[in-house]
């Protein structure tokens, strides 16, 4: 079965640290990567995700993610965080040559990033 | 667009009694969508994936007489949790496919169940 690792469980991170957020998968097909957030009290919105050709991916709020393949990584980055980007991050996978039909997605543990003002 | 939304948003059942939660796509047809429990600081685990007009592929250990699917239409997707035990209590999301979209689902705020 796929399964996807999100190495960091809690981060903190004062306003205008940079931010990178592990995520790796296990699959060696085809997929598709998806980075959600959950922010207090909310459901989860898509920040970002990559289907195919530049590796790069820039998301909503000034989010980016780069796949590498050879590392089957999704890395989730940004510059300079804001207290406002406290929320719980979600790295997901979807397999595509196996069950895409259905879009089944495989998350990560998720990452509870916590920002200080 | 693309807004899933979920009824309701909290419950509180009894032990024994059976609680019906739904979930529906209101800008757009949705023929999968998918029920996840998320335990707290955990991931999302897929319970099913429900597909309009047809019966409920479960995830294995998920007791598909206990939690009941039913996707009626193309918009509505229910989850009935049948003689509610007190370690049912979670949080329960689903999530929509537009059907003419790509593998990317919308997800619902989830509903929170405590049984008592």
């Known amino acids: 079965a796929q399964s996807v690792s999100q190495h960091n469980h809690h981060v903190i991170l004062s306003e205008a640290a940079s931010l990178e957020l592990g995520c790796n998968y296990s699959?060696?097909?085809?997929?598709?990567l998806f980075w959600y957030v959950q922010y207090p009290g909310q459901h989860l919105q898509l920040l970002l995700k990559y289907f195919s050709g530049d590796p790069l991916v820039k998301g909503i709020k000034g989010f980016e993610a780069e796949f590498i393949k050879s590392k089957f990584s999704f890395n989730l980055r940004k510059p300079s965080v804001q207290w406002s980007d406290t929320a719980e991050y979600f790295c997901?996978?979807?397999?595509?040559?196996?069950?895409?039909?259905?879009?089944?997605?495989?998350f990560g543990r998720g990452t509870q990033l916590t920002v200080w003002p | 667009g693309a807004v899933v939304s979920q009824h309701p948003s909290r419950v509180i059942c009894k032990s024994g009694t059976s609680v019906k939660i739904e979930c529906r796509s209101l800008?757009?047809?949705?023929?999968?969508m998918f029920w996840y429990r998320q335990f707290p600081k955990q991931s999302l685990m897929l319970m099913a994936t429900s597909n309009e007009g047809s019966k409920a592929t479960y995830e294995q250990g998920v007791e598909k007489d206990k939690f009941l699917i039913n996707h009626a239409s193309l918009t509505l997707s229910t989850l009935t949790v049948t003689s509610a035990h007190p370690e049912d209590s979670s949080f329960y999301i689903c999530?929509?496919?537009?059907?003419?979209?790509?593998?990317?689902?919308?997800f619902g705020p989830g509903t929170r169940l405590t049984v008592t």
């Open positions: 800008d757009f047809q949705a023929t999968t």
């Open positions: 997901a996978v979807n397999a595509v040559d196996r069950g895409s039909t259905l879009g089944r997605l495989y």
């Open positions: 699959y060696g097909g085809t997929v598709n």
């Open positions: 999530s929509a496919r537009d059907r003419w979209g790509g593998v990317e689902q919308y």
